[in-house]
């Protein structure tokens, strides 16, 4: 069956950096659009960006500090925040959109992040 | 930007009940772009509905969405003990955007 599987937890100073992996198995790869969607504790889903089978990706806000990259090779996609501040602090999923598009059908099981001193 | 606007932010309901979740949004969008989405705590959203009224894959016929417009409504018709979670409508326009959750605990 499909699968989304993350890296695991990461704890980092204010003003590092991130990244995030999230492999993909049990279907064609290059053929769907991959989002990263952050959850900070106890709130709701924040939409991050979509990286596209093209590797062109669209990123909300984030001034100029996320990254998303992609490796067909291995069917796993990146997200990578830099200058991390407490803010940041969230549990961050990777979610794959389907075919016909514009919502979210598959998850992975999430990556929490903690931004401390 | 499109805002969406869950109602109510708790309801507090027994099994057996039948739940209505509204997702209101601040302007017109297309019900192909609208879906719905159940989180368990410690678990990832699960797709439920998309395109306002399909269920997903594997959902129960007892959840059914409806509306159009700006006005959406997700009906759990008997509500089941697994069925207690959190709710997130989730739309499409020039980017995507979800509501802020409503709560579905037992009474």
């Known amino acids: 069956q499909v699968q989304l599987v993350q890296s695991g937890a990461e704890v980092k100073k204010p003003g590092a950096s991130v990244k995030v992996s999230c492999k993909a198995s049990?279907?064609?790869?290059?053929?769907?659009?991959m989002h990263w969607v952050r959850q900070a504790p106890g709130q709701g889903l924040e939409w991050m960006g979509i990286?596209?089978?093209?590797?062109?990706s669209t990123i909300q806000m984030f001034q100029g500090r996320l990254t998303m990259t992609r490796d067909t090779s291995t069917s796993t996609v990146y997200m990578e925040l830099s200058s991390l501040r407490s803010e940041d602090t969230a549990l961050y999923y990777c979610?794959?959109?389907?075919?016909?598009?514009?919502?979210?059908?598959?998850w992975g099981q999430g990556t929490l992040v903690t931004v401390s001193s | 930007e499109i805002v969406l606007t869950q109602s109510p932010g708790t309801l507090s309901l027994s099994p057996g009940e039948r739940a209505t979740l509204s997702c209101r949004a601040s302007q017109s969008v297309s019900s192909t772009y609208l879906a719905w989405y159940q989180q368990k705590p410690g678990q990832a959203p699960r797709l439920i509905i998309h395109g306002a009224s399909s269920r997903a894959t594997g959902i129960p016929d007892r959840f059914s969405g409806s509306g159009s417009g700006t006005d959406f409504t997700l009906t759990i018709s008997r509500l089941e003990p697994e069925d207690f979670a959190v709710y997130y409508c989730?739309?499409?326009?020039?980017?995507?955007?979800f509501g802020q959750g409503t709560k579905l605990e037992i009474k």
């Open positions: 989730q739309q499409y326009g020039s980017s995507y955007i």
């Open positions: 049990a279907y064609t790869f290059t053929n769907y659009n």
């Open positions: 979610a794959r959109e389907p075919t016909l598009g514009y919502n979210f059908d598959q």
């Open positions: 990286i596209r089978p093209s590797g062109d």
